[in-house]
């Protein structure tokens, strides 16, 4: 059985030209929200599937401690935070 995932979000335009945009997430196991640093020129699709982009990679990659490990070449991505309510 297949979930419907929920995306809905608000977006800010920052001095820079770019969009902050605050994003929940319904329809998964648990309610997430999150802020993303977009390009000012992003569409609401655009916007939409690049949260979807970054949620399936997080949700792909093995979270657990090995991924802090330098082997893996992890680097923190300081334009997307995602927590769980």
Known sequence: MKTTIGISFTSKRLASGNLQIKFHVQ??????????????????????????????????????????????KWQDDHQFYLYSA
């Open 27 to 72: 329809g998964a196991k648990k309610v997430r929200y999150g802020y993303l640093l977009a390009d000012g020129e992003s569409t609401e699709e655009d916007i939409i599937e690049e949260i979807r982009r970054r949620l399936e990679m997080m949700e792909n990659s093995q979270m657990d401690l090995l991924r802090f490990s330098f082997k893996q």
